[in-house]
């Protein structure tokens, strides 16, 4: 099937390959962790919405990168019901960095993207991409000379009514923030990265007290790089916020760019001195 835009709906009409009189139930499965991680510790439940889920035609809106599997199972008036499987995939262009938890409603995450080429702390301005910084009614802006995207790649995402309202999608920009909000993803955009750039991305513990999960994907040209603090490899003792609290350096992604299409290669980062594990540091916004 063609490839679907997150944020927008896809329309898969079923006659076009049975169209007889029949019943039908469709159910959808996605292949993001943070989607899997929502449907078990969330009211909401995974972040997409199916619509028609038991007429011919459906509506899927995809809100995270991946794959996105249709079930189908169809009972004709006469005959045999039969079943089959179709898979969607959904992405956008550019480098998108997802962060959810099993602690949503009661952990406030922060995701942070760094500049290339600088090693300041994290939460400086304008090398940090962050909350205080990248949302569309931020005062200092987290400015790294890229060109402004227009508003078409950034109006149908939950923040777009006020990126409508600046005009442009910034690059960088935090299209979705999360403050305690049950079900809801933190993500990180650059449109438009630049070839042979190294972007490290970062989560903060903010506020709560709750042992939280975090998981971090890195998507590239649409498609996913690399996942981690995905079951079983889980980040364990994540727990500590506020000034001191911990903040886990993730991974450094170095993006490949050729003739507009965004590749990259992914290198997780381990605590110092050691070759596995996740780097997690309390009272520490060192680079």
């Known amino acids: 099937l063609p490839d679907a835009e997150l944020y927008k709906p896809y329309v898969l009409d079923g006659t076009t390959f049975y169209a007889g009189d029949a019943s039908w139930q469709w159910t959808v499965t996605s292949d993001n962790p943070c989607d899997a991680v929502f449907l078990t ?64 409603s009661t952990a406030d995450l922060d995701l942070h993207l760094h500049r290339p080429g600088t090693t300041t702390n994290w939460e400086t301005t304008p090398d940090d991409c962050y909350y205080m910084n990248c949302k569309a009614d931020a005062v200092a802006i987290a400015n790294w000379g890229y060109a402004n995207s227009p508003i078409a790649a950034c109006q149908d995402s ?52 709750v042992t939280a999960h975090p998981i971090v994907t890195i998507n590239c040209g649409g498609k996913r790089a690399a996942a981690y603090g995905v079951a079983p490899d889980q980040v364990t003792g994540f727990n500590q916020s506020g000034p001191t609290g911990q903040i886990w350096r993730v991974a450094d992604v170095t993006t490949t760019v050729t003739n507009g299409v965004t590749d990259c290669t992914v290198t997780p980062l381990h605590p110092p001195g050691q070759i596995s594990g996740y780097w997690v540091q309390s009272n520490s916004l060192a680079y």
């Not at 305690?180 to 972007?199: F, K, L, Q, R």
């Open 41 to 104: 510790t969330t009211t909401k439940g995974p972040t997409y919405d199916l619509a028609g889920g038991v007429t011919s035609t459906i509506t899927l809106t995809p809100r995270l990168t991946g794959d996105y599997t249709l079930h189908a199972m169809v009972t004709p008036t006469s005959g045999p019901a039969f079943q089959c499987d179709m898979v969607v995939h959904a992405g956008l262009p550019g480098l998108r960095v997802e962060q959810c938890s099993d602690k949503s």
């Open 158 to 209: 939950p923040t777009g009514t006020q990126w409508q309202t600046v005009g442009s999608c910034r690059n960088p920009r935090l299209e979705v923030d999360s403050i305690m909000n049950d079900g809801v993803p933190e993500i990180a955009v650059v449109d438009t990265p630049i070839d042979s750039a190294t972007y490290r991305v970062a989560v903060r513990y903010y506020q709560g007290t």
